[in-house]
T-cell receptor, first 111, second 112 residues
Framework: RKEVEQDPGPFNVPEGATVAFNCTYSNSASQSFFWYRQDCRKEPKLLMSVYSSGNEDGRFTAQLNRASQYISLLIRDSKLSDSATYLCVVTVSGNTGKLIFGQGTTLQVKP | DGGITQSPKYLFRKEGQNVTLSCEQNLNHDAMYWYRQDPGQGLRLIYYSQIVNDFQKGDIAEGYSVSREKKESFPLTVTSAQKNPTAFYLC???????????FGQGTRLTVV
């Protein structure tokens, strides 16, 4: 079983739609959680950290469920510019904090 | 400007040659990482370093070597022992354990 799993998609949605991605992780000792965005042939860029209480940044909301070992990303009012691959990232306590990436979920927002 | 610089952006090498990819950061970060990404795939960890003069193997270290002689520099050598070296190589750094990482623009290596 992979340490971090994501549905690769692609998710094809119309502009203005709300879309949600989930990511599951296998190690209950996972410490920190992040969502990154990666555009085609570019480097990943930090979208947001994920906190236990959940957090929101504009149209983006991230949630953490430690009991079920998953994190989620909700995008409201999708824009064409949201089209990208979204990477789920966790770090594991006692593992020198190395970052473990999921394979990514591809989002395509259509006009 | 503060950031992470990888060079070169594109690199072509003949099979059997060793090649070194550069990664420099001026963010004063302690931790540095090397990842490999193949088309349509996620990032796989090659090596990482939490402090100067120390580094650990990641999931796919075979055929690669690194050094961390200075805090700001973490070069990656792709050796001839690496069976499929053609890939997109990404260097990242973070302030410390369990913190977010920031990436360089990557190096696309093509071995012919």
């Amino acid at each position: 079983r992979k340490e971090v799993e994501q549905d690769p998609g692609p998710f094809n949605v119309p502009e203005g739609a709300t879309v949600a991605f989930n990511c599951t992780y296998s190690n209950s000792a996972s410490q920190s959680f992040f969502w990154y965005r990666q555009d085609c042939r570019k480097e990943p860029k930090l979208l947001m950290s994920v906190y236990s209480s959940g957090n929101e940044d504009g149209r983006f909301t991230a949630q953490l469920n430690r009991a079920s070992q998953y994190i989620s990303l909700l995008i409201r009012d999708s824009k064409l510019s949201d089209s990208a691959t979204y990477l789920c990232v966790v770090t594991v306590s006692g593992n020198t904090g190395k970052l473990i990436f999921g394979q990514g979920t591809t989002l395509q927002v259509k006009p | 400007d503060g950031g992470i610089t990888q060079s070169p952006k594109y690199l072509f090498r003949k099979e059997g040659q060793n090649v070194t990819l550069s990664c420099e950061q001026n963010l004063n970060h302690d931790a540095m990482y090397w990842y490999r990404q193949d088309p349509g795939q996620g990032l796989r960890l090659i090596y990482y370093s939490q402090i100067v003069n120390d580094f650990q193997k990641g999931d796919i270290a075979e055929g690669y070597s690194v050094s961390r002689e200075k805090k700001e520099s973490f070069p990656l050598t792709v050796t001839s022992a690496q069976k499929n070296p053609t890939a997109f190589y990404l260097c990242a750094s973070s302030a410390g354990v369990n913190t977010e990482a920031f990436f360089g623009q990557g190096t696309r290596l093509t071995v012919v």
